[in-house]
């Protein structure tokens, strides 16, 4: 009998001791910027004064941007998504869908060719912290990252698909939702084009 019951609780008793050494830290976030340096820029100069526009719904063209609050990648205050100054192209993606891939190094260019007339932001959304990072760093990725670990703001647009692209005016007001898959040069700079009148 007792042989029996040792047998039973060796496999648990390894199994438990396996759980404990592969925990992360408490704060994992502090951990992965404490081996490495994020790729992204910080996010504090995203937001202007607070907007005082009471709460609307947001996902339609001429809507504000959704009343929601997201972490940025390097860490510091929440970025209130109400607050970010226009113009904005913000690019929702995840470093495990293939069109997100295809795309990020366009958006990369778009942001260089900014020159102060508007921002590239993104949305890093239902992706692990090392994929975002690992991805930013292959691809020389350096603009502003929020974190979205959930899909807070897809819903809030009600809108599903990867890779999205919006595109928000100096109001902070949608102007444009792009679901339609990879984006290159030549439509990014047709979308900022037709939807801020900013020539790319």
Do not use: Y
């Amino acid at each position: 009998m007792i042989r029996r019951l040792a047998v039973l609780l060796v496999p648990l008793l390894l199994a438990a001791g396996c759980t404990a050494t592969a925990e992360e830290p408490a704060n994992p976030a502090s951990a992965h910027r404490a081996e490495r340096p994020s790729p992204f820029a910080d996010c504090a100069p995203l937001t202007a004064v607070p907007a005082s526009a009471a709460p609307a719904p947001a996902g339609r063209p001429g809507d504000p941007l959704p009343d929601l609050a997201l972490n940025c990648f390097t860490g510091g205050a929440p970025v209130q998504l109400r607050d970010v100054k226009g113009p904005a192209v913000i690019n929702v993606w995840a470093s495990w869908c293939p069109p997100c891939r295809k795309e990020l190094p366009a958006f990369q260019r778009l942001s260089d060719r900014a020159d102060g007339r508007f921002q590239v932001i993104g949305v890093n959304s239902r992706d692990s912290r090392r994929g975002a990072q690992s991805l930013g760093e292959d691809f020389g990725i350096d603009f502003p990252m929020l974190l979205d670990q959930g899909d807070a703001f897809e819903r809030a647009l009600e809108r599903s698909a990867f890779p999205l692209t919006v595109l928000v005016d100096a109001d902070g007001r949608i102007r444009h939702i792009d679901g339609t898959g990879a984006l290159d040069d030549a439509r990014l700079a047709a979308l900022v084009r037709t939807h801020l009148g900013v020539r790319v």
